[in-house]
């Protein structure tokens, strides 16, 4: 029986192999189907890509949220609270009222009264109790409007701080989107540098051959040739570790194959004057606006320290129910205030607002001190940008050397009166120059770019 039954479970698994390997390899196949397909991204679809699925992002935008919650929590404490108590109690033992015979008097008729002496009860062994009360905050309102402020303090700054993480997350994938184009662009120099290599090693190796060169030429050919193969390859890491990088900041499967758009006419950003990106920074800058809402949660912490010594007033009002309690009828109600003072707390008060008065000096003072950086950032990302465009138009120059340089090599090839490897290398050359122009005026991008986000503005 055991054998039959093992039989019948073999047939089955071979007849299910062949089709979890065809379901497998149909799996397969869709993934290498999507990963060959490479999505295709201009600057601007990148930016606001990241801005949507980075999760750096979703945990800043989160932060707000919590934010929003704690002041929906501080605020609660302006409203009235309503609050049900119920009890169910049991003593073992109650004193009671004795009345002994004859204490109201003797009469003719009846005899003493009351004939014999009697024991009174006081409620019951089990008494049930329920009450809902209201109390309402008075005085303390001061407190709460204070909690509310540095609530609404932290909310401003969680918003700041998103604002501010996007700001650097378009810089920082602006930045890598173009060192991504430059590695490319380079790869394409370090390929056009293989086959010229390729070229010239072929030429020493027939010139040495024929007579006309040391065998010496031939192994620097050979040396050249490596040396730009292994310039090939670094590229080639270097692309994989920014895709890489890209992925991951776009929120994407890091292996997503992307095909950036080599215009760069969206690389060029407006930025205002010097005078204009200082005055920007002062108003819109999220190191200065973090700073004047920690200045705002100072003062709201300074004033809930002095509130500290107004009386706690109350008003409250209470609907109760009882069975088993004595001398109380079953249902009543309660009305009136209460009032709490501290009288002596050995010196607490006074300690939290000398505390609270030096937190508010180093709220002001760190404001004043990010206001001085901040500036110092925008002078120095301006100079920047000025030395930049210097350095894209010597890089222009040298582009168009270049490009005249292989025109002019093309033409004496042409009449064999150049060798293909110069050739080779003369394309190699104006490829890699074309690369440098590129790089150039791409730093002078992130430069406008990393200058308007100091200033508070989205680089894009």
């Not at 799996?27 to 606001?48: F, K, Y």
């Not at 030395?387 to 004496?412: H, P, W």
Request: charged share 20%; net charge negative.
């Amino acid at each position: 029986m055991w054998l039959k039954t093992m039989k019948h479970f073999s047939h089955r698994f071979l007849l299910l192999t062949p089709l979890c390997t065809f379901l497998l390899v149909g799996i397969s196949g869709v993934v290498r189907a999507q990963e060959s397909n490479p999505m295709h991204l201009t600057l601007s679809q990148a930016i606001d890509l990241a801005l949507k699925q980075n999760r750096s992002l979703g945990l800043a935008r989160l932060t707000v949220v919590d934010s929003e919650h704690k002041k929906e929590i501080a605020r609660s404490a302006y409203f009235p609270h309503i609050k049900n108590e119920s009890s169910v109690l049991h003593v073992t033992e109650f004193a009671g009222v004795e009345i002994p015979a004859g204490t109201f008097g003797v009469h003719q008729v009846t005899g003493p009264i009351p004939g014999e002496t009697l024991f009174i009860d006081q409620g019951a062994l089990t008494s049930y109790t329920s009450g809902t009360g209201l109390t309402q905050p008075l005085t303390q309102m001061f407190k709460i409007h204070a909690s509310n402020r540095a609530a609404t303090a932290d909310i401003n700054t969680a918003k700041i701080q998103v604002n501010q993480a996007e700001n650097e997350v378009a810089l920082k994938v602006r930045q890598i989107y173009y060192e991504l184009l430059i590695a490319q662009l380079k790869q394409q120099a370090a390929d056009e540098e293989v086959r010229a290599s390729q070229v010239k090693d072929q030429e020493a190796q027939d010139a040495v051959r024929t007579g006309r060169a040391l065998d010496v030429a031939a192994l620097e050919g050979r040396a050249g040739l490596l040396d730009a193969k292994q310039s090939a390859l670094t590229q080639s890491l270097q692309i994989n570790s920014l895709s890489l990088t890209l992925n991951d900041l776009l929120g994407l499967p890091l292996h997503t194959q992307l095909q950036l758009d080599s215009d760069p006419s969206e690389a060029s950003l407006s930025i205002p004057s010097r005078e204009e990106c200082i005055q920007i920074a002062e108003e819109h800058s999220p190191e200065i606006r973090s700073a004047q809402q920690s200045v705002i949660k100072a003062e709201a912490g300074l004033s809930a320290a002095k509130d500290a010594y107004i009386p706690d007033v109350t008003g409250l009002a209470r609907y109760s129910y009882q069975s088993g309690v004595p001398l109380l009828v079953h249902n009543f109600g309660t009305f009136g205030f209460t009032l709490s003072y501290d009288l002596f707390e050995g010196g607490r008060r006074n300690a939290e607002i000398r505390d609270s008065r030096t937190l508010l000096s180093q709220a002001e003072l760190n404001l004043a001190k990010v206001k001085e950086e901040v500036a110092v950032q925008v002078e120095a990302a301006y100079d920047k940008v000025e030395q930049l465009q210097n350095m894209v138009g010597v890089a222009e120059e040298a582009l168009k050397v270049r490009i005249e340089v292989a025109r002019l090599s093309d033409r004496q090839f042409e009449q064999n009166a150049a060798l293909a490897s110069a050739r080779a290398e003369a394309q190699a050359k104006a490829v890699a120059a074309k690369a440098s122009y590129l790089e150039a005026n791409l730093g002078l991008s992130l430069a406008q770019a990393d200058l308007k986000r100091t200033i508070g503005q989205m680089p894009r």
